[in-house]
C-alpha cells in the first residue's frame, strides 16, 4: 500500500462523480497491475 499511495495518492483529486469514478477505476487497474507483476508464475514441474 505504500507504493500505491506514493504512486497514486491516499484520495481522489477529481471533484465530479463521474471523473471520480474513472480516476477510481484508474487506481483499480494500477493496483492490479502491481498485484499481478509481485505475484510468480506458477509452472508444474513433472518428473
Known sequence: MYRYKCIIG???RARTAGRQTTE???SVNVLNRMTELGNPELVAIRG
Do not use: E, T
Open 24 to 26: 477510481a477505476m484508474i
Open 10 to 12: 491516499a484520495r481522489l
